[in-house]
C-alpha cells in the first residue's frame, strides 16, 4: 500500500517564527489533507489539496502531486498552533480511505 | 451546522468486557469510517461505508470486532472481548457520497485495563 512520511517528527519554535512541514508519498494520490490535531485530540481540517497551492491566514499548503510531496506553510506562530500536524493521502478520488502518516509534533513557545 | 458526534468521550473497562461507541455523522454525509488511532501514531482504517453498506471492512478484526450502520446513518462499533491491546483512541469520520475531503469526530478514547 502507500507509504506516508512526515518530516521533522518534532519541531519547537519560538512564538513568531516560521516552518515548514513536509510530507512525502509513495505512490500517486487523488485526495489529500493536512490536519491539526489539538492537545484534546481533536482532527481539525486545514486544507483538501490533492494538488496545487493553497492559502488560509497564516497557513498555507502546495502540494506537487508529480514529484508526490506536500509542504505546509506556518507563518508567524502562535502557542495556539502547538498539536500534531498529520498529512493523509487516498489512492482514489472519491470515498477513499485516508493513509495518515505518523504526523510533525510542533511545540510553539512563548 | 453540526459536526461529526461521537460518545462516550471516554471508556475505561477491564479487559475480556465488552464496549460500543456511537457515531453520528454530518448531516447528508452518505460514507462513513471508522478509525483507530494508536499512542503516537496516525489513524488508521478500521471499515467504510457506504449508506448502510459495508465496503472496506479488510483491517477490522472480525473475531471480536463488529460494526453497524442499519439505517445509513448512525453507527455502531462494538468490540466484545476487549483486550489490553484495544486501548486506542476511535475515530469516526464522514464525507459526501463521491466526496474526498473527510471530517472527524472528537473520538474516543478507551483504556482497558
Known amino acids: 500500500g502507500i507509504q506516508v512520511e512526515q518530516s521533522p517528527p518534532d519541531l519547537i519554535l519560538q512564538e513568531g517564527a516560521n516552518s515548514t512541514l513536509r510530507c512525502n508519498f509513495s505512490d500517486s494520490v487523488n485526495n489529500l489533507q493536512w490536519f491539526h490535531q489539538n492537545p484534546w485530540g481533536q482532527l481539525i481540517n486545514l486544507f483538501y489539496i490533492p494538488s496545487g497551492t493553497k492559502q488560509n491566514g497564516r497557513l498555507s499548503a502546495t502540494t506537487v502531486a508529480t514529484e508526490r510531496y506536500s509542504l505546509l506553510y506556518i507563518s508567524s506562530s502562535q502557542t495556539t498552533d502547538s498539536g500534531v500536524y498529520f498529512c493523509a493521502v487516498g489512492e482514489n478520488s472519491g470515498n477513499t480511505p485516508l493513509v495518515f502518516g505518523k504526523g510533525t509534533r510542533l511545540s510553539v513557545i512563548a | 451546522e453540526a459536526g461529526v458526534v461521537q460518545s462516550p468521550r471516554y471508556k475505561i473497562i477491564e479487559k475480556k468486557q465488552p464496549v460500543a461507541f456511537w457515531c453520528n455523522p454530518i448531516?447528508?454525509?452518505?460514507?462513513l469510517y471508522w478509525y483507530r488511532q494508536n499512542l503516537g501514531q496516525g489513524p488508521e482504517l478500521l471499515i467504510r461505508y457506504e449508506n448502510e453498506e459495508a465496503v472496506d471492512d479488510s483491517q477490522l478484526p472480525k473475531d471480536r470486532f463488529s460494526a453497524e450502520r442499519l439505517k445509513g446513518v448512525d453507527s455502531t462499533l462494538k468490540i466484545q472481548p476487549a483486550e489490553l491491546g484495544d486501548s486506542a483512541v476511535y475515530l469516526c469520520a464522514s464525507s459526501l457520497e463521491g466526496g474526498d475531503e473527510q471530517f472527524f469526530g472528537p473520538g474516543t478514547r478507551l483504556t482497558v485495563l
Open positions: 448531516s447528508g454525509h452518505n460514507t
